[in-house]
Nanobody, 115 residues
């Protein structure tokens, strides 16, 4: 059974930081790419960042320079370090572990940025 579980969301003030974690089980994690997506109320799900099997990264313009995606294959875990958070970062964040048409999504973790 394959599972992808996110954690680390919560309430944070503008300018603060959070680190999200994504743990995969039932798969050889190192064989998969990983991405973070987010969905704000009333909006479409959007790509935040990706990291490939080889470690190449890609970021949405809105988070570039503030967020950092990484992975630790030995721990079957991916991360999203979020710094200098803004209210517009408020969303449910989802982890996507994928290879070709094979794709596994987590349940999401809520990040709220507010004073």
């Amino acid at each position: 059974q394959v599972q992808v579980v996110e954690s680390g969301g919560g309430l944070v003030q503008p300018g603060g930081s959070l680190r999200l974690s994504c743990v995969g089980s039932g798969i050889i994690f190192s064989f998969y790419n990983m991405g973070w997506y987010r969905q704000a109320p009333g909006k479409q799900r959007e790509l935040v960042a990706t990291i490939t099997i080889g470690g190449s990264t890609n970021y949405a313009d809105s988070v570039k320079g503030r967020f950092s995606i990484s992975r630790d294959n030995a721990k079957n875990t991916g991360y999203l370090q979020m710094n200098s958070l803004k209210p517009e970062d408020t969303a449910v964040y989802y982890c996507d572990v994928y290879l070709g048409i094979r794709e596994y999504w987590g349940q999401g973790t809520l990040v709220t940025v507010s004073s």
